[in-house]
């Protein structure tokens, strides 16, 4: 799956603080993630439920 631009400071963002925690994981399976747990949908967007809950504000 290609990671939209838009979402790319997100994901290696999120890629950093994983790998600080021991999880050594790539781009994709963090933009995987990301979007299995709706924090940000397909296209990179944040969705309303991780707005609502504090877990994004702005991508």
Not at 23 to 40: C, D, G, N, S
């Amino acid at each position: 799956m290609k990671i939209p631009d838009k979402a790319k400071q997100s994901v290696r963002q999120m890629q950093e603080h994983l790998r600080g925690k021991g999880l050594h994981l790539t781009e994709e399976q963090v933009f995987q993630k990301l979007v299995e747990y709706e924090m940000i949908d397909v296209f990179g967007n944040p969705t309303p439920f991780a707005l609502e809950n504090g877990y994004v504000e702005t991508i």
